[in-house]
Nanobody, 117 residues
Framework: QVQLVESGGGLVQPGESLTLSCTAS????????MGWYRQAPGKQRELVAT???????NTADSVKGRFTISRDNAKNAVSLQMNSLKPEDTAVYYC???????????WGQGTQVTVSN
């Protein structure tokens, strides 16, 4: 089993920054990708950014240039630096992990990000 614990959400004003962090623990014994999805009220969960073990990233067009994903393999951790936040970035952000060669995703509990005046 794998457990994911997220931190770093909160309430910020438009234009401000936040950093989300996620650490994985448990039975981690092979390569994996990690990343972030988000879900706003009344909307489907959507991809924000992913990163492979070797650092290849994939970022949604809606956040490209503002959000940066990074990972620390030694700590089994992934971070999401979010700059120039907009009200439309308001959502619950979920960390996920997928082992190579599988289609099963492990999810964190989610962390709320609210961008508002």
């Amino acid at each position: 089993q794998v457990q994911l614990v997220e931190s770093g959400g909160g309430l910020v004003q438009p234009g401000e920054s936040l950093t989300l962090s996620c650490t994985a623990s448990g039975s981690i014994f092979r390569g994996y990708a990690m990343g972030w999805y988000r879900q706003a009220p009344g909307k489907q969960r959507e991809l924000v950014a992913t990163i492979t073990r070797v650092g290849t990233t994939n970022t949604a067009d809606s956040v490209k240039g503002r959000f940066t994903i990074s990972r620390d393999n030694a700590k089994n951790a992934v971070s999401l630096q979010m700059n120039s936040l907009k009200p439309e970035d308001t959502a619950v952000y979920y960390c996920y992990l997928r082992f190579l060669g599988t289609s099963y995703d492990y999810w964190g509990q989610g962390t709320q990000v609210t961008v508002s005046n």
